[in-house]
Nanobody, 123 residues
């Protein structure tokens, strides 16, 4: 499986972006997806996750109420809608897949990773 993240860019504080993560290969099913980010000089941190059916989602406290994760299994794509962006949201954003129905919050819980898409928020 390959994961292709896209949608990053340079925006101003308060703006919105929508990231996409598309899965290529055969028709996959029964996997949960997460978004993580790595800010300059920091480790990779959890942002959001969604279960296979989309019934369960979970967010880091730092993005709760501003970011929304969703998925379209027919298109093999997961989205991260990011609103009210802040300079501290500046990071490389990665999507990841795990071969389980349920959500998870740590890097080691995921089996495959995309290459990342850069989000830069200016003040």
């Amino acid at each position: 499986v390959q994961l292709q993240a896209s949608g990053g860019g340079l925006v101003q504080a308060g703006d919105s972006l929508r990231l996409s993560c598309e899965f290529s290969g055969r028709a996959y099913s029964n996997y949960a997806v997460g978004w993580f980010r790595r800010a300059p000089g920091k480790g990779r941190e959890f942002v959001a996750t969604i279960s296979w059916a989309g019934s369960y989602t979970y967010y880091a406290d730092s993005v709760k109420g501003r970011f929304t994760i969703s998925r379209d299994n027919g298109r093999s794509t997961v989205y991260l809608q990011m609103n009210m962006l802040k300079p501290e949201d500046t990071a490389m954003y990665y999507c990841a897949l795990r071969w389980k129905y349920d959500i998870a919050f740590t890097v080691n819980d995921y089996d495959h990773w995309g290459q990342g898409t850069l989000v830069t928020v200016s003040s």
